[in-house]
């Protein structure tokens, strides 16, 4: 086995929050009763360090809950990935079908057969939670929006979403329609990986059909953004069901922290716990760089394949979560995994782990993927390979 151990950063054991990535958070702030006394009011809340998923504090957060629009979260995510994939542009027209169209509830008010790009539409789903260009988005990636409503689901899967269950794109009441704030924060963490979607949901108003005879002004429904400092997302959602929800996003200082209420009595109530939240979360953690996105971590050798040598690449930053003013010990992360491996090697392969220790205790663990695939070489390089090798 290769390990390569680096010494990175001084952190407290007894202070420091490290939830594992899972449905079960051991949020450290919930123990006992020396837990912060945050979001009363709500059903179910939860906040997050968006880089390294650990919980800061939760409540009820997987609790199976109705959406509402927050339901979007999804929706803009999938066209997101799709955007960045190539399956979508965002030039590309979408038509406005009669079903979409007829969407009660929040809208931009779309005619049946008008047109706009799929940035236009990301942009009213994002800052006035249209149901109309929710179900037009839909319709144009999965052709109908039950196929989309299939497609979200199958990501909820992949994203380890336990309690989360879609049966629209937009989060209007129906029955077997439901999420928790756990899984919501977990979507919005993937969602805002998208510099594009932030510049959307961090934007207080803009314009639709700006320059036609029937301009529409659009005011984000997510005031966060205009009132709290680093606020940049996300998603609003009410119903006389759901009650007042708000999935939040801010950023300061490096750190970007992920806020979830659900089941708040008021929209004034929702933001003031939200914010509470977030205020708490800077004002009492930090956020330590280990690796940067795109820093080559080590590397690993290909047997018998098109290339000799595959570097592994960190797909995203990975970063520590630390108290503030907190006494400190070392931490250490290491990757675990064969020095090499037969070919074929398939992008997106498990080929190992990286696991970041306090001492001799593992505090969390993420799974390594091939950055890229490496074919099997054929007998005609390997044979010009070996007999190279004779000579050196």
Not at 184 to 194: D, F, G, N, P
Not at 248 to 269: E, F, L, N, Q, Y
Request: hydrophobic share 40%; charged share 20%.
């Amino acid at each position: 086995m290769l390990v390569i151990s680096m010494l990175l950063i001084q952190f407290a054991s007894a202070q420091t929050v490290m939830a594992e990535e899972s449905n079960t958070p051991n949020a450290a702030e919930n123990k006992g009763n020396a837990g912060p006394a945050l979001a009363n009011s709500a059903v179910s809340a939860i906040v997050m360090d968006a880089d390294s998923g650990t919980v800061i504090f939760e409540k009820n957060s997987h609790q199976k809950l109705p959406p509402a629009s927050i339901t979007k979260i999804m929706t803009m995510l999938l066209v997101m990935e799709a955007v960045d994939q190539g399956k979508l542009k965002l030039s590309d027209m979408v038509s406005t079908s009669e079903r979409a169209a007829s969407m009660g509830g929040s809208q931009i008010f779309l005619e049946v057969g008008e047109q706009m790009t799929v940035e236009e539409m990301l942009k009213g789903v994002a800052m006035a939670s249209g149901n109309d260009a929710s179900v037009a988005l839909a319709e144009k990636l999965a052709g109908t929006e039950e196929q989309f409503v299939a497609m979200m689901n199958e990501r909820a899967k992949q994203l380890g979403l336990k309690n989360t269950h879609f049966m629209n794109s937009n989060g209007l009441p129906v029955e077997n329609h439901y999420s928790s704030a756990y899984d919501i924060a977990v979507m919005s963490r993937e969602l805002m990986k998208y510099d594009l979607i932030r510049s959307f949901t961090g934007k207080y108003q803009d314009y639709l059909r700006k320059d036609t005879e029937k301009p529409f002004w659009l005011v984000n429904t997510n005031k966060l953004v205009r009132f709290y400092d680093g606020a940049d997302g996300i998603k609003t959602g009410y119903t006389s069901e759901a009650k007042y929800c708000l999935s939040a996003s801010a950023m300061r200082d490096g750190m970007r922290v992920i806020a979830v209420v659900m089941g708040a009595p008021s929209t004034k109530i929702r933001n003031a716990e939200v914010t509470q939240m977030l205020d708490y979360s800077f004002a009492q953690y930090m956020n330590y760089p280990l690796i940067n996105k795109g820093e080559v971590i080590g590397s690993l050798e290909i047997e018998k394949g098109m290339e000799r040598k595959l570097d592994i690449v960190a797909p995203q930053p990975y970063s520590v979560l630390v108290k503030r003013g907190s006494n400190t010990d070392q931490i250490h992360y290491v990757l675990d995994m064969d020095e090499s491996i037969k070919a074929p090697v398939i992008e997106g392969q498990p080929i190992g782990k990286l696991m970041i220790y306090q001492g001799d205790s593992l505090v969390k663990e993420y799974e390594l993927l091939s950055p890229a695939t490496i074919d099997r070489s054929n007998w005609w390089r390997l044979l010009k390979r070996s007999t190279k090798s004779l000579f050196h």
